[in-house]
């Protein structure tokens, strides 16, 4: 991405709402500079190279409301903290290196709905006993392939809005049904590839309000949807 070809594309595109950068290579802060003032709304970077004064740029965009930096890389995890300059309702750092102290840091978002975690494997239970406080509107949650274990789960339950729950190669480490029996609003759960067992399953049917989970039976079958 050079800078002259953002220049050009900030001057024709003064009406630009929506960004998608997918797998671009070399974004920094120069290129992302020009585009401060431009009413983005909506970022994806996925699959993308970005460094330090790139990612510090994107969150001088006060404009934006959704952001998707999945497995991008490039930058240091502290660099992510700039982001809590924002005010966003989707934010999807899948894959990325974040650390639970750096999203602490780009939380409070008040008005934050979805946020994606998952593979961030360095996002633990400190991180989602914080959510209530700081997300108080999330809807949909993505945690799976991190190091969150069951015994943080309950904190979810004051999430009065959380509908959608992604516990996808979830490593239990304790009671995870009796955990996701707490979650009273739930309605959509993915355990696809989180080891559970099928009594363990019928009572989570029995006994919840949920009316769709996908899960895999085993590794080597295709997931199914219930």
């Known amino acids: 991405i050079s800078t002259a070809s953002m220049a050009k594309a900030k001057e024709e595109s003064k009406k630009l709402r929506s960004l998608n950068f997918h797998h671009c290579l070399n974004i920094n802060g120069e290129t992302m500079g020009l585009l401060e003032t431009v009413p983005i709304r909506h970022a994806s970077f996925d699959g993308s190279d970005i460094d330090d004064s790139g990612i510090a740029a994107i969150g001088k965009i006060k404009s934006i409301k959704e952001l998707d930096l999945s497995l991008t890389a490039g930058y240091r995890a502290e660099s992510l903290e700039n982001l809590g300059k924002l005010n966003l309702s989707t934010l ?14 780009i939380l ?53 809005n959380l509908e959608h729950l992604s516990l996808n190669r979830f490593a239990k480490r304790g009671d995870l049904v009796t955990a996701l029996l707490a979650l009273k609003h739930l309605k959509v759960l993915d355990l696809v590839l989180t080891p559970i067992s099928s009594k363990e399953l019928e009572r989570l049917l029995n006994n919840s309000q949920i009316s769709q989970i996908s899960v895999t039976a085993a590794p080597d079958q295709p997931s199914a949807v219930i």
């Open 92 to 105: 999807k750092l899948r894959g990325t290196n974040v650390r639970t102290k750096n999203l602490l840091q």
């Open 108 to 160: 409070p978002q008040s008005n934050l709905i979805l946020l994606d975690l998952e593979g961030c494997k360095r996002i633990d239970d400190l991180a989602i006993a914080s959510l209530p406080s700081n997300c108080p509107l999330l809807i949909e949650l993505n945690i799976g392939h991190t190091a969150v274990t069951s015994a943080a789960l309950p904190h979810l339950a004051k999430l009065k």
